[in-house]
């Protein structure tokens, strides 16, 4: 693999903005060393917010992330999946902008590397969780705010020890150490996980026995039927296990967007402050396949998803919404502007760009 240099004109932020904005509002300030490197110390909780929010400072925060879903797809999205005499659902945000989750290898990443930088402020090789590119482990997000008192949930339609989850939970020298994930799960203060299984029994992953088996060891296991436990019976905290693919776009029975609600429900349910993490894979799946019906799809399930988070924000007015994305795959282009399925939508490569 060809490794990426940095140059003078592109260098490394030592933290993204994203990062930057959810310690910041957990009651921390990054305090930056001589060395580059970054550490985490108390705060003042004075800041600034976005307008939909009525306090100083929001009581939760709900991190979305698109994984693989590039300025093209966002393009996609905006093309598609809004009419013509409405505002996008992007033009909801009160802030923009750009945050860099790069490898150490350059601006070329994957979803370890990104979301171990979007979960610590930290740059690491491809593929590692939660690690420095020493091999050193490093604070994440969840772990500063499950200290401070809030609970976390994890929600995402891909198998719940994939990379993207698993940074702001375990930390490993590669994605692929399944067991290990899965037990730092277990031994973690996280209190809710949806997600799916993948390659049960093959390589390093456990068979699906030997999962739930490690899963019980913390949470209670939701059915299918997503029936949340009476309140004062819940003795621990709750995991909702789907198939492989079980859980994809909206004709997905459940999919991203009840299993969102549901984790809601469950979070506003325990009346402490939380951090969630949603997390849509459909477009890295359907890009690195390059298939435009899937990522439209996928697109579909977002935005559902991501209204129904803004809804809840606004209604809840304690609640702030980031919404972010890894990195790009499959080198998206939309040459016409004709509806889809007419429009010509070109793909450059099966992987990341």
Request: one cysteine or more; charged letters at 20%.
């Amino acid at each position: 693999m060809k490794h990426w240099k940095r140059t003078s004109l592109f260098t490394v932020l030592v933290i993204a903005l994203l990062v930057y904005g959810i310690f910041y509002l957990v009651g921390l300030k990054i305090v930056k060393k001589s060395s580059g490197d970054v550490e985490f110390a108390p705060g003042e909780n004075t800041v600034k917010t976005a307008t939909t929010i009525s306090n100083n400072k929001p009581k939760n925060i709900i991190l979305f992330v698109a994984d693989g879903f590039g300025f093209s797809h966002l393009s996609l999205s905006m093309m598609t999946q809004q009419q013509e005499t409405s505002p996008t659902l992007w033009e909801q945000f009160d802030i923009k902008g750009w945050h860099d989750a790069r490898s150490t290898y350059g601006p070329l990443t994957d979803s370890g590397a990104s979301a171990t930088a979007m979960a610590t402020g930290v740059s690491t090789n491809f593929g590692v969780l939660g690690q420095d590119k020493d091999g050193n482990k490093v604070t994440n997000a969840f772990e500063i705010a499950s200290a401070q008192g809030y609970n976390t949930g994890i929600v995402t339609d891909s198998y719940f020890w994939d990379a993207t989850p698993a940074a702001f939970v375990a930390h490993v020298p590669s994605r692929d150490h399944a067991r290990d994930i899965m037990k730092q799960y277990a031994a973690s203060e996280v209190d809710i996980v949806f997600g799916e299984l993948e390659d049960v029994g093959e390589d390093e992953v456990p068979t699906e026995e030997e999962t739930l088996d490690i899963l019980e060891q913390r949470f209670q296991l939701l059915d299918e039927s997503l029936t949340l436990p009476e309140q004062d019976s819940i003795l621990k905290p709750i995991a909702a296990i789907y198939e492989e693919d079980e859980v994809q776009d909206l004709n997905s029975t459940p999919n991203l967007t009840t299993l969102t609600d549901k984790a809601l429900s469950y979070l506003t349910s325990q009346d402490k402050p939380f951090i969630l993490l949603v997390e849509c894979e459909e477009m890295d799946s359907g890009s690195h396949r390059n298939d435009s019906d899937r990522v439209v799809n996928g697109l579909k399930s977002i935005q559902k998803t991501l209204s129904q988070l803004l809804d809840f924000a606004k209604a809840n007015g304690e609640t702030l919404i980031v919404f972010t994305t890894d990195h790009e795959t499959g080198g998206l282009a939309i040459v016409s502007d004709d509806n889809y399925p007419s429009m010509q939508l070109i793909w450059a490569s099966g992987d990341h760009t």
